[in-house]
């Protein structure tokens, strides 16, 4: 139980254009998911997390007219990246809280965006 | 700010050889300690939660302890499947988000 997939699992884009990356929990209902990205060599960071129905509330520093985040439903959650420039080649991580009351995060198993 | 700490960076380990991993760390209103695996190019696999000083939990060969400050994740007789990235994450906050430490690379020498 408690999985999450990721959708690409890796994608090439050319600089400019957008790229969707779609993040599902697969057997239960996730009322909050996160979205991390993870540079080569070093720990995950923390963008934004989303509500099922309401904005997304990103970190500091993360621009969110660059990192467009919409959570439709309790299984699905979206991140879209405008306008991308090579410096947004990265992996992208998502996970997805078990439950309401829940603690747990359970992560899918990423992205790896190349922009060219 | 909330800071989570591992070390070692990186540890090398014959096959059998046990060893534990430190996580400390100052997380205002801890709302859980976190032990994930992550394996190169996937997403973290979540392994334990702790939410209390004193707590233990096991699972094959690993077991996490937690006090009030640090948490360490024992290793008893590491296979070289066991070869990966630990890492530990507090969580806090109303939407219980996780902040990470930056991991320590475990390999396990055949």
């Known amino acids: 139980g408690a999985v999450v997939s990721q959708h690409p699992s890796w994608v090439i884009c050319k600089s400019g254009t957008s790229v969707k990356i779609e993040c599902r929990s697969l057997?239960?209902?996730?009322?909050?998911m996160f979205w991390y990205r993870q540079f080569p060599k070093q720990s995950l960071m923390l963008m934004a997390t989303s509500n099922e129905g309401s904005k997304a509330t990103y970190e500091q520093g993360v621009e969110k007219d660059k990192f467009l985040i919409n959570h439709a439903s309790l299984t699905l959650s979206t991140l879209t990246v405008t306008s991308a420039h090579p410096e947004d080649s990265s992996f992208y991580i998502c996970?997805?809280?078990?439950?309401?009351?829940?603690?747990?995060?359970?992560f899918g198993p990423g992205t790896r965006l190349t922009v060219t | 700010e909330d800071q989570v700490t591992q070390s070692p960076e990186a540890l090398r380990l014959q096959e059998g050889e046990s060893s534990s991993l430190n996580c400390s760390y100052t997380v205002s209103g801890l709302r859980g300690l976190f032990w994930y695996r992550q394996d190169p190019g996937k997403g973290p696999e979540f392994l334990f939660t702790l939410y209390s000083a004193g707590e233990e939990k096991e699972k094959e060969r690993l077991k996490a302890t937690l006090t009030k400050k640090e948490s360490f994740l024992h290793i008893t007789a590491p296979k070289p499947e066991d070869s990966a990235t630990y890492l530990c994450?507090?969580?806090?906050?109303?939407?219980?988000?996780?902040?990470f430490g930056s991991g320590t690379q475990l390999t396990v020498l055949p």
């Open positions: 057997d239960f209902q996730a009322t909050t």
């Open positions: 994450a507090g969580s806090s906050g109303s939407a219980r988000q996780l902040t």
């Open positions: 996970s997805a809280r078990l439950g309401a009351g829940g603690y747990e995060q359970y």
